[in-house]
Structure formats: C-alpha cells, structure tokens
C-alpha cells in the first residue's frame, strides 16, 4: 500500500508561484511513475503532469506547459509540482497519484494510488 499527502496548496494572485509536494510512504518510492492531476469545481478531473520513475521522462497537458514543472527526489520519497505565472483557470484541487508502472502516463485510471488533493486558488 502507498500512502500520499499532499501540501503547498494556498491562494495567490495571478501571476504568483506556488511549489505542491507529494510525500509518499509504504513502499519504495523509486519504483513507480508519478502524476498531478487537478480537479476545478463542476469539472471533471483533468491530467495535469506526469514524470517516469527515473525522472527522465516527463509530460504536460499543453496549458501548463512552459509554466509548470514536475520532478520528484526519489532519496526524499517526494515528488514536486512547481507552478509559475499561475492563471485563475488553474483554481483547482490539485492530486498527487503513484502508479505500479514505470513509465509516465497520463490517464487517471493508469494510477493505484492517490493522496486527499491539495487547494489551489488563484485570484484575478
């Protein structure tokens, strides 16, 4: 079992930065690809960020790209999310997801695990 918490959430002014993290226990971190996802009030929950197990491989829905950053200190059993030039639209309830793969993915079902999801509120 893999537990994860989630912390760094808050409200900022468009244009701001916040850094999400992930703390993961229950088994060895190193094994297994990681993923943020985020959840906007009446939407569906969206993929946001995804890196491979090794850090090597990463992948971004295309209206964070450029402005968000996912890594992870698999030594720290964490993974990050830095987010630059945030926009009121990224308002969400951000989630932290392991999965038992290697490589990264970007579906939710691809992913076992999930933390109790962080707030993120932009204001305009």
């Known amino acids: 079992q893999v537990q994860l918490v989630e912390s760094g959430g808050g409200l900022v002014q468009a244009g701001g930065s916040l850094r999400l993290s992930c703390a993961a226990s229950?088994?060895?971190?190193?094994?297994?690809?990681m993923g943020w996802f985020r959840q906007a009030p009446g939407k569906a929950r969206e993929f946001v960020a995804t890196i491979s197990e090794n850090g090597g491989s990463s992948y971004y829905t295309d209206s964070v790209k450029g402005r968000f950053t996912i890594s992870r200190d698999n030594g720290k059993n964490t993974v990050y999310l830095q987010m630059n030039s945030l926009k009121p639209e990224d308002t969400a309830v951000y989630y932290c997801?392991?999965?038992?793969?290697?490589?990264?993915?970007?579906?939710?079902?691809?992913?076992?695990?999930w933390g109790q999801g962080t707030q993120v509120t932009v204001s305009s």
């Open positions: 229950g088994r060895t971190f190193g094994s297994g690809a």
């Open positions: 997801a392991a999965r038992l793969g290697n490589t990264a993915a970007t579906m939710d079902e691809q992913y076992s695990y």
